[in-house]
């Protein structure tokens, strides 16, 4: 489109000068030579001003400058003065923008196409009724030479734009290889976490079953099953992500034990003093959404207990059936932030959130409400796009079947 544009400009620049042109040449040589024939300023500005439709009708153009080239290899057979002057240029009688047409005949028309017109062109302005080297040399000058030219400029642009598109090729597969390269090297540091992550957790879990076995203690034994459990669940989620991380997510919605939502988000919400409203069915939702809408309002209400102490807290849950939408608001803050409480975490919680929400799918915001509250949104959907199971982290996951 760019290329079009700019031929369109050329032509209809050449035609504005073409037509200028003529007429200095007309009003000079009726002072110097006695006045140019009306006929040739007719014809010549035809040509001229054909140069405006020549993108558009590049043939209708073409056949109408061969028209009017040979209206003049008759008549200047015919009558001698009608169309030459004493201040002629050239031996030869044609159209001035003759060669403008032929180059852009060639720029724009398929070679053979053009180059035809170039030889019709070239064979009606040589006389052929007394050819002379002269005439044959500028005849060949008015078509042959700007056809070779044009020819030329075309091959060139087009490996200029071949380069051109080559170059960004290149740009984007380079690109696309250090994208490639980074999310493979994320997956090997993610996948060596999991398993020092696992086994430890395990080591702990077994302990802690262990404990809550032999001991005769009912609070041990209380919070030795707390710890299993949640042992237990960390376990669980670690598999989940990591089947996020190399595209393995689970695709069919439902079907999870109850106890594998990640926890009761009503005893969550009763913690905190926080208004919880649920609207849908959460069972229409697979593990790995439930667990992470569980980690949102779990992080948000964490926020909003280190930024906006005794604040009320507003959590909707909202599950249309292919989705799970999460809103967590609190008000303006009523009291002073804890220095310490506040600096305390790796200030990184949000970051994770939105890159867990992302992974699975879906959409996360943090964000001031405009008066003075905070607000924090996610919108999951219910099913999970199935993908190819990776081998490398696959096989480098050992400790896959040990966590579950």
Aim: hydrophobic share 45%; proline share 5%; net charge positive.
């Amino acid at each position: 489109m760019r290329d079009r544009r700019t031929v369109v400009a050329a032509a209809t620049g050449t035609a504005v000068l073409g037509v200028a042109a003529q007429l200095a040449l007309y009003a000079g040589s009726a002072r110097t030579t006695g006045g140019r024939p009306v006929v040739d300023l007719i014809l010549n500005l035809v040509v001229d001003l054909s140069l405006l439709l020549v993108v558009r009708f590049p043939r209708t153009t073409g056949l109408l400058t061969m028209l009017v080239t040979a209206v003049y290899a008759v008549g200047t057979g015919l009558a001698p003065g009608l169309f030459a002057s004493a201040g002629q240029l050239s031996p030869v009688a044609t159209p001035l923008a003759a060669p403008l047409v032929v180059s852009f005949l060639v720029y724009l028309l398929p070679w053979r196409q053009a180059f035809a017109c170039a030889a019709v062109l070239a064979l009606l302005v040589i006389p052929i009724w007394a050819p002379t080297w002269t005439a044959t040399y500028f005849a060949l000058s008015a078509t042959a030479l700007p056809a070779l030219v044009a020819l030329y400029l075309k091959a060139r642009v087009a490996l200029i734009r071949s380069l051109r598109k080559r170059a960004e090729l290149a740009d984007t597969e380079r690109r696309l290889l250090a994208e490639r390269a980074e999310t493979a090297e994320r997956q090997r540091l993610a996948a060596e976490m999991h398993d020092i992550v696992t086994h430890r957790v395990t080591e702990i879990v077994l302990h802690a079953d262990a404990l809550r076995v032999t001991t005769h203690d009912d609070e041990v034994r209380t919070a030795a099953e707390r710890i299993r459990q949640a042992g237990t669940r960390t376990l669980t989620e670690l598999r989940d992500l990591m089947r996020v991380v190399t595209n393995e997510v689970e695709t069919t919605p439902g079907g999870r034990p109850d106890h594998d939502n990640g926890g009761d988000l009503a005893v969550l919400a009763a913690v905190d003093g926080a208004t919880l409203k649920v609207v849908g069915d959460p069972g229409t939702v697979p593990a790995v959404v439930a667990r992470t809408v569980y980690r949102v309002v779990q992080e948000s209400l964490t926020n909003a207990r280190k930024h906006a102490p005794g604040t009320p807290v507003d959590i909707t849950l909202t599950y249309p059936g292919n989705r799970a939408e999460v809103e967590v608001r609190n008000a303006p803050s009523r009291h002073e932030s804890d220095p310490a409480l506040v600096s305390s975490g790796s200030g990184i919680g949000l970051i994770g959130l939105g890159r867990r929400v992302t992974l699975l799918g879906g959409v996360f915001a943090a964000g001031t409400d405009g008066e003075g509250g905070f607000t924090v949104t996610a919108s999951i959907p219910a099913v999970q796009p199935a993908a190819t199971p990776r081998r490398s982290m696959s096989s480098h996951r050992r400790g896959d079947g040990a966590s579950g």
